[in-house]
């Protein structure tokens, strides 16, 4: 009987690839169009589009093969391993090729009807990454005077990049997201620098205050090609990520320049390449890539509030990027303005150094235990116990990629109801102590507010029990002013401090392109992240993908690169792809490119 009823699962997912095949081959984009459901989505990263696009509905899908499917030329769809599911809910991974690339998707088929279908680009053709079997053979086995050893190639190598010898790309920003591209561009035999601020490679994460850890867990946060051991730490200290960091751009072998500062940027129309001014050392240096990306985290300069009397305030403040952590505070006044992430764990870390702390939360905070989140959210796509089970950190991308952003709420929901009822005592509590708590504005919880906003939830790994304890105490309203002693509430309340610290987030990530480039550029990109939810801090229209991530902007030749661990990993492969493409002279037409419908 199992047999049998995997062999129909089987037949119904390989029934319905037969009839794409056979509509896409035809051109006919309208029968293909109709083996989807009249809500069915289809999410694709690059391998028909040239773009992160979602097309929702089945006059979208036709519209986008019929701009694209000669051009696509597709083909050569499979079934990749048994299906899964039931004959009413069946799941599928996939595999086929187009006239430049080969693919994977994954397929859900509702009764027999497409409700969600991703595909992905993973490899161009005739462009392999060199591994496996097509590994370099690494020596010379033919003995002749003046050989070089691999030292001395790449010592060659160094002195003549960005000289003689000008990049193709140049990534401005060598945190784990430019890290992590540049490794796959290095697979993809792309002449790219990365160019880097700080010190050392490691140091964004190593300059921050001494108590961050990751909240996100070890299988969630693994770089390209390089998983962290199997003993690693599920929730890793944030100066050994620095020298993982560091290690893994020698291991790579990343063209690295650290110690370097991007001064300014323009585009020379006559000879379509990037001239970046960069002052590496002292020394000042100009690059002139065709392809200029900036991979500069998840968002763009901090937010430091402008409240009156804050030059008159005796005391220390910092934004919470600038906070040092550690060092005595004993006898300190201490407040923290926000109640996110950074907030808390700044207020905890203030607190087990001898600081009187008050916590001042302005708006409502999404909050969820760290054990609840790994059990009921991530467990299942993100853990030892989803390994054992043969869902790869590749595997699990692509299951979260495969639910596009308009369902992804209806998935969430019963997840998050589900939290809010195993915890509820302690949510209960949190209310108790004056805490302004919310799942969302749809109870879609902590996923979906990242990708809307990028802020508003707080991962608990402790800090939340200083508040119900009352050890850290909590004040809710708006800072009216600054006095020389501390802050003035809306409510008329006084706090006392010796030292502020604003949590209070970041700007938009062109903001950055605003300084180095100019303010039509930036605006011509648009604002970055969110894709119009019309909730809070995501702006409507819809978009249906994060705006600008990844994928081709306004200006051409220019990508903006960023995210979390997870999406610096997952999504690499796409820019990567996008970027090596275009490097070899490939037709890469772009459909539906996204309009910027917000500046800054």
Not at 84 to 100: K, N, R, S, Y
Not at 107 to 121: I, N, V
Request: charged fraction near 25%; hydrophobic fraction near 35%.
């Amino acid at each position: 009987m199992a047999e049998t009823s995997q062999a129909l699962l089987d037949q119904s997912v390989e029934n319905w690839l037969r009839n794409l095949d056979a509509a896409l081959k035809t051109r006919n984009a309208a029968a293909a169009a109709e083996l989807f459901a009249e809500d069915g989505l289809w999410r694709d990263f690059v391998s028909f589009t040239w773009n992160l696009k979602t097309l929702e509905g089945r006059e979208q899908i036709a519209g986008m093969l019929n701009a694209v499917l000669e051009e696509t030329d597709p083909g050569a769809w499979a079934l990749a391993e048994p299906a899964t599911g039931t004959p009413e809910l069946t799941e599928a991974w996939i595999t086929f090729e187009t006239g430049a690339a080969t693919g994977w998707g994954h397929l859900r088929l509702r009764d027999g009807k497409a409700w969600t279908l991703l595909t992905t680009m993973q490899e161009l053709k005739g462009y392999e990454e060199p591994t496996g079997a097509r590994r370099p053979k690494g020596v010379e086995h033919t003995i002749r005077r003046g050989r070089q050893s691999w030292l001395e190639e790449k010592a060659e190598h160094n002195a003549r990049l960005g000289r003689e010898e000008q990049p193709y790309c140049v990534i401005v920003g060598g945190g784990q997201g430019g890290i992590g591209l540049a490794a796959r561009l290095r697979r993809l035999n792309v002449p790219t620098i990365v160019i880097e601020r700080n010190d050392r490679a490691g140091d964004s994460w190593r300059n921050r205050y001494k108590s961050l850890a990751l909240h996100d867990p070890v299988w969630y946060d693994h770089l390209p090609y390089l998983k962290f051991p199997d003993d690693w730490p599920v929730f890793a200290p944030k100066d050994k990520i620095g020298d993982w960091l560091e290690h893994y751009t020698a291991i790579m072998e990343l063209d690295y320049w650290s110690g370097t500062e991007c001064l300014k940027a323009r585009f020379d129309d006559d000879s379509g390449t990037w001239e970046l001014k960069v002052r590496r050392r002292g020394e000042d240096i100009t690059l002139r890539p065709q392809q200029l990306v900036f991979a500069l985290g998840v968002s763009g300069y901090p937010n430091t509030p402008e409240f009156d009397g804050a030059k008159a305030f005796l005391g220390e403040q910092y934004h919470s990027s600038q906070y040092p952590g550690g060092g005595d505070q004993s006898g300190r006044k201490a407040l923290v303005i926000g109640s996110n992430n950074s907030a808390h764990d700044i207020a905890a870390d203030l607190w087990e150094h001898g600081a009187d702390v008050t916590m001042v939360q302005r708006s409502s905070t999404h909050v969820v235990r760290s054990d609840s989140l790994m059990e009921f959210a991530l467990g299942g796509l993100y853990s030892e116990a989803a390994l054992a089970a043969g869902v790869t950190t590749e595997k699990a991308d692509m299951l979260f990629a495969s639910l596009p952003y308009r369902i992804l709420p209806e998935a969430q929901i019963p997840i998050y109801q589900q939290i809010a009822e195993h915890d509820a005592e302690y949510y209960n509590q949190l209310r108790d102590a004056g805490f302004d708590l919310d799942f969302g504005e749809d109870g879609s919880g902590l996923f979906l507010k990242y990708l809307r906003r990028g802020s508003g939830y707080y991962i608990d790994v402790g800090a939340s029990q200083l508040l119900i304890d009352g050890r850290v105490k909590l004040q809710r309203g708006q800072v009216a002013k600054l006095t020389g002693n501390g802050v003035v509430l809306d409510d008329g309340s006084e706090l006392d401090a010796d030292v502020i610290v604003y949590a209070t987030g970041y700007g938009s990530m062109n903001n950055w392109l605003a300084d180095l480039i100019s303010p039509e550029v930036a605006d011509r990109v648009g604002r970055c992240w969110g894709y119009g939810s019309d909730t809070i801090k995501d702006p409507g229209p819809w978009e249906g993908e994060l705006r600008n991530m990844w994928k081709p902007t306004n200006v051409e030749n220019l990508w903006i690169h960023g995210g979390n661990l997870h999406q610096s990993r997952h999504y690499s492969i796409f820019l990567a792809l996008q970027l090596k493409a275009r490097m070899e002279g490939l037709p890469t037409p772009v459909y539906g490119l996204q309009p910027s419908h917000h500046l800054r």
